[in-house]
């Protein structure tokens, strides 16, 4: 069946540090790829999204590739605030009438200042 | 212009009792979504709307659980009787109608803790 699989947190960053987040998926036929992103006390976000294989999805210095060899989509960020403090979830949706999204688990992401 | 609403934003109840979780979505997008997430899970669809039918309820745990949108604006989803496992943060999606990969908007979630 389609999932996804992200890196288990939390994950704690001093500010200005590099980020990673992985993601990897398992989908038939080539689903749309997305990263969500739930602040403190706020809904979840979307965060950005790659629709093709080799699509970047860019948003607040954050960015992600779709990388359909390796099935990935892992989220990057060059330089982290304390105010990117949340969590991140990594997500699918299929290309057919099945409107639902699958979501990872979430990685819950500190930034220490 | 106001984004999805959820109501209550946490509810503590006891085993067996009933609770109704409500959710507003933007004005104007017929497609309604329910989402959860059970502690330490993924969030899992459960169901969709558009406007007042019930597009997939595939994602539904079982028949204690009822959700409604009737005059297709607001929905409600009822649990009951609650159980345990039932815990978690309940989320609610909205979307424009037409086509399949409109953004869904997601609320800020209701946190429900069954005692």
């Known amino acids: 069946g389609n999932s996804v699989t992200q890196m288990e947190g939390p994950v704690t960053l001093s500010e200005e540090a590099f980020l990673t987040i992985n993601c990897t998926y398992t989908?038939?036929?080539?689903?749309?790829l997305f990263w969500y992103v739930q602040y403190p006390g706020e809904g979840l976000q979307l965060l950005l999204k790659?629709?093709?294989?080799?699509d970047k999805g860019s948003n607040k210095g954050f960015e992600a590739t779709y990388r359909k060899e390796t099935t990935s989509f892992h989220l990057e960020k060059g330089s982290v605030q304390v105010s990117d403090s949340a969590v991140y979830f990594c997500?699918?949706?299929?290309?057919?009438?099945?409107?639902?999204?699958?979501f990872g688990k979430g990685t819950r992401l500190h930034i220490l200042p | 212009e106001a984004g999805v609403t959820q109501f209550p934003s946490h509810s503590v109840i006891e085993k067996g009792q009933t609770v109704t979780l409500r959710c507003d979505p933007i004005?104007?997008?017929?497609?309604l979504y329910w989402y959860r997430r059970v502690m330490g899970k993924e969030i899992k669809f459960l169901l969709h709307?558009?406007?007042?039918?019930?597009?997939?309820e595939s994602g539904m745990p079982n028949n204690r659980f009822l959700a409604e949108r009737t005059g297709g604006t607001y929905s409600t989803l009822k649990v009951q009787p609650a159980e345990l496992e039932d815990s978690g943060v309940y989320f609610c999606?909205?979307?424009?109608?037409?086509?399949?990969?409109?953004?869904?908007?997601f609320g800020p979630g209701t946190r429900l803790t069954v005692l």
């Open positions: 989908a038939t036929g080539y689903p749309s």
């Open positions: 004005s104007g997008h017929d497609n």
């Open positions: 997500a699918l949706k299929k290309r057919n009438r099945d409107d639902k999204i699958i």
């Open positions: 999606a909205s979307s424009r109608p037409g086509r399949l990969m409109n953004e869904q908007f």
């Open positions: 790659a629709t093709k294989a080799d």
């Open positions: 709307f558009v406007k007042e039918s019930k597009q997939d």
